[in-house]
């Protein structure tokens, strides 16, 4: 008879298991930085918005103890995508739960995930269940010292100390289109937004410039945040991470190839370095050649590769 596993996977319960979701997030996170971690608001602004339908997919794997030490997180988009979020608390990697969850996530649609080169396991897990790679963006990083804002002909680059989060999807709206991820809770939703800007040492940044009727308007936009996929030592002692990171950065097409985007760039990285981090981090899709360069430029190195999967749904057997 074969062993009983010292683990089971049954439905994530809300309420009952967002503080184990947010422990195991941490531990991941501080262990290889495979993925973010995030604080109880950030969960449950995740949750309610729609692409979680309140976690009726997601699943947790829990110990004999009834401690959660995995979990599948899936954010559905539109009628045929789905991206799951896969983690595994170290201490019980190599016992088949990472398998055992994948094989728990929708197998109807397109799944999509994301996982670090530097996590040879993850790639291995992936590939044998019938993921493949579409593209990778480079993780870069240099270091705090010595940045200075640019300086702009037209237009000035303000802070929005309120942390208005609808002015910030505006803004991304108007920049990057309505292109948000359901994996970071959908750059449209509210709750998402406002729980992103009140994180401690995150910071909005705006190119405020003059429309067509003489007013101020932002053409661009540019989210700093502390990085919340640090790993251990990469924080404090008060496990504060010591890199800060442009998570999301964005220009008006009518205003591009004039500059304003390596100043916003600029005035993002000045901007960590004043709340101070020792390193800043930004992250470029390797099919985006103008990005990569942009980076390189000021001084940027790469350190990482975020490798990003799919799974076609299979298809249906002939009749």
């Known amino acids: ?71 599948l997180l899936c954010f559905f988009t539109g009628t045929l995508r789905t991206e799951v979020v896969v983690g595994v608390n170290p201490a019980f990697r190599r016992q088949g739960i990472g398998r055992a969850l994948i094989e728990c996530a929708p197998s109807d649609r397109r799944l999509l995930c994301a996982s670090r080169e530097s996590v040879g396991g993850a790639r ?9 790679e579409r593209y990778r963006a480079l993780l870069m990083r240099k270091e705090a010292v010595g940045i200075e804002d640019l300086a702009i002909a037209e237009g000035k680059i303000v802070e929005d100390t309120r942390k208005d989060s609808r002015r910030a999807i505006l803004a991304l709206t108007a920049a990057l289109g309505d292109s948000g991820s359901a994996g970071d809770g959908g750059s449209d939703d509210r709750a998402w937004m406002k729980a992103r800007l009140a994180r401690p040492r995150a910071a909005a940044l705006y190119l405020e410039v003059t429309g067509s009727d003489g007013k101020a308007v932002d053409g661009g936009v540019c989210i700093v945040a502390p990085c919340e996929r640090a790993k251990k030592g990469e924080r404090t002692a008060a496990g504060e991470p010591i890199v800060g990171v442009i998570e999301d950065i964005g220009l008006m097409k009518n205003l591009r190839g004039q500059g304003l985007s390596r100043a916003l760039v600029r005035a993002g990285m000045h901007k960590l370095q004043q709340i101070g981090y020792r390193f800043v981090e930004v992250s470029a899709d390797k099919r985006k050649a103008a990005a990569v360069e942009l980076y390189e430029r000021e001084g940027f190195d790469v350190v990482d590769e975020d490798v990003h999967w799919l799974k076609k749904e299979p298809k249906p057997a002939a009749s």
């Open 124 to 132: 291995a897990l992936l590939e044998s269940t019938g993921f493949t």
């Open 1 to 71: 008879m074969a062993a009983k596993k010292p683990w089971s996977i049954r439905t994530f319960q809300p309420g009952a298991d967002d503080a184990g979701i947010v422990k195991l997030l941490g531990q991941v996170a501080t262990f290889d930085g495979s993925m973010a971690a995030i604080g109880s608001d950030m969960l449950a602004a995740r949750l309610d918005h729609a692409s979680a339908r309140r976690g009726s997919a997601w699943r947790v794997a829990v110990a004999a103890n009834g401690a959660v030490i995995g979990g």
